[in-house]
Structures are given as C-alpha cells and as structure tokens.
C-alpha cells in the first residue's frame, strides 16, 4: 500500500458521559449516553526520516514508546498497530504526539477517546477516514485488553460522538432529543479506574445475584422512561431520573462520600438532578440544570470541592435512527 501522505495529518476524539445506566450495561440492561465534544484527546503524525521507526508520544503522561518495543497489550501502542493491520501496513516511520483534556480514571472515556483518536490519525496519514463502527471495533479491542468486562458504550458514543441507546451486542440507535439540555460536569478530583469498579459490581453480582439483578432491572426503568422525556422534551422530568439512578449506583457500591456529597451540593445549588457518571467511586458526576442555572450550579460544586466543572450543551436532534440500518 503506498498511499501513505507525507504530510503531518491530525485527528481528534470527543470525550462522553454516561447519561444513565453505567454499569447496569455491562449486564445486559440499556444505558444512555452523550458525547462531550468540547472535551478531545488529539493525535498528531508527523513523517519522520526513513528508518526511524513509530514513536508514540503522551504529552500529558510524559510516556514516550517506540512502537516496535511496546508490550503487546500497552494501550496506546495496540490503538496504533491495529489500526495499521487493519490497514495492511508496515510499522511506518512516523512519531504520533497525543494530548488529551479528558483526564484519566474520571468517567469521561479518555481510553477510549485516546485510542479513537490514535485510530483516525493512522487512518488519515494513510489516506483514508474510517466509518465510526470500524473505531468503534478496533477501539473495543483495546478496551476488552485493559478494562475487562467493557460493555462497548464508551466506545460507540465516542466513535459516533452522537447520544445514543446502548444495549451491548447491539447496533447503537441515535436518541431522539426534542429540547436541548444542559449539563454541568464536575470532577471529584479522585482518580477511580473503571476496571476496578466493574470488577468490584460484579463480585457484588456474584455474591448476592438476585439483588444485584433487581438493581439493574430498576435502573434499565429508569433508562427507559428518560429516553421518553428526552424524546417529549420534558427535561424537568429527567432531574428526578438522575437522583434515583445516583441512588441506585449507590446501593450497587460504586458512589463514594466525595460523589454523594457533590451530588447533593449541585442539587441543593438548584441542578434538577445530579448522579455520577462512568465508573464510580471518584471520578465526575454530571448535574442537570435550566440553563440561567449553570454558573450557580458549577460554583457551588467548586466551593464543595470539586475540582473542575466544565458546562456542556446536549442539542436536540430530529430523529430516530440505527447507523446499521440504512
Ligand atoms: C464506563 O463508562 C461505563 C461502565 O458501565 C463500564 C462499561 O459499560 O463498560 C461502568
């Protein structure tokens, strides 16, 4: 294959939230999701001499690897060499320079937007631009090598960076949104990786199955009646949708003091609702709010601890649909 450009080529991927059913996913039951394209890990490739070899670059983390000496599963180097498999290439000369605003460990997919985003790189250094199910597979790979029991939801909504419904073996379907809404993400500041609290549910799941069920079969009701509100418009009504799943992820083991106390804190300060997002225990929760809310919302966060809030619009859409389908 020689339709390699020379020139350097740059590719980026959204970061996402999991707007209801983490967790519960990983288990079958439906779950929600939002991109939050303001938030992007971003790859450049940039040609180098022939015969220098793949670098790869984290600018955030400092890591710098050569691909060829990479173990087989370290994350970054896997995005890279599946992608050029998938593509039949050699090992390229080239250094690929990642950075990345989605913090690691905190429930915003940041594996995943980093793998997503080394994909599209390689992709477009060669001349070519994937389909959003082609990252969202070799994405999955990376994923399965490093979280486990991954239900395939950060990949797809990074990939498709669209909200959708996620059911896991399933084609994603778009939702329908009928009113743009706005969120307030805060960071509890506690690093929390999502391998640990999957793990941690399913020793839980193990141990008391027929609770643990009752818990997922109650949050996939609440997935269902919010994707009614959002396809109506009825916002307010979301708020309550929130509260309840914090609750339920609560009973599952996975919220902490910090995301308990954030949560209230956001409602308190006027959010309609509030629970935490992604894997749990540390990591961000997100907060509903009307948007002349926001700022009030994300300063009470702030003064209660949170690290960092960062606002985000969800805009409506006009339809229905499943990308597999047409
Ligand atoms: C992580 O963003 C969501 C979890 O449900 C794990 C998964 O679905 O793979 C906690």
Redesign the pocket.
């Known amino acids: 294959m020689t339709t390699e450009t020379r020139l350097p080529v740059e590719a980026s991927a959204c970061g996402?939230v999991?707007l209801l059913?983490?967790?519960?996913?990983?288990y079958g039951r439906p779950?929600l999701a939002a991109p939050v394209c303001g938030l992007r890990a971003r790859a450049r490739a940039e040609p180098l001499p022939p015969g220098s070899g793949c670098w790869i670059e984290a600018l955030d983390t400092g890591e710098r690897l050569r691909l060829s000496e990479a173990p087989p599963d370290h994350p970054l180097a896997m995005a890279v060499r599946l992608a050029l498999e998938h593509l039949a290439l050699p090992e390229p000369d080239l250094r690929l320079v990642l950075r990345s605003e989605l913090p690691i460990a905190s429930?915003l997919?940041s594996g995943a937007a980093v793998s997503a985003a080394l994909v599209r790189a390689i992709f477009r250094w060669a001349g070519q631009s994937p389909d959003p199910e082609l990252v969202s597979t070799l994405v999955y790979e990376v994923?399965k090598r490093h979280?486990g029991?991954?239900?395939?939801?950060?990949n797809t909504v990074i990939a498709y960076e669209r909200p959708l419904r996620f059911v896991r073996g399933q084609p994603p379907v778009f939702l329908a949104i009928a009113r743009p809404f706005t969120l307030v993400i805060a960071d509890s500041g506690i690093p929390s990786p999502?391998r640990e609290?999957?793990a941690a549910v399913r020793m839980g799941w193990e141990r008391e199955p027929d609770r643990y069920e009752r818990l997922f079969d109650a949050i996939a009701a609440l997935v269902r009646e919010a994707e009614d509100c959002l396809a109506s418009g009825r916002i307010e009504d979301l708020g309550p949708l929130l509260d309840t799943n914090h609750q339920l992820l609560r009973e599952l083991g996975v919220s902490s003091p910090a995301l308990d106390h954030l949560t209230r804190t956001a409602r308190e300060a006027g959010a309609l609702g509030a629970k935490l997002t992604?894997?749990?225990r540390g990591g961000h929760l997100i907060a509903l709010v009307r948007p002349e809310q926001a700022e009030r919302v994300a300063r009470a966060l702030q003064a209660a601890g949170a690290r960092t809030t960062y606002r985000t619009e969800i805009p409506a859409t006009l339809s229905m649909e499943s990308p597999l389908r047409h």
Request: aromatic share 0%; proline share 4%.
């Open positions: 996402k999991i059913g983490e967790h519960a996913v990983v779950a429930g997919g994923e979280h029991t991954p239900s395939g939801i950060d999502t609290t999957v992604g894997g749990g």
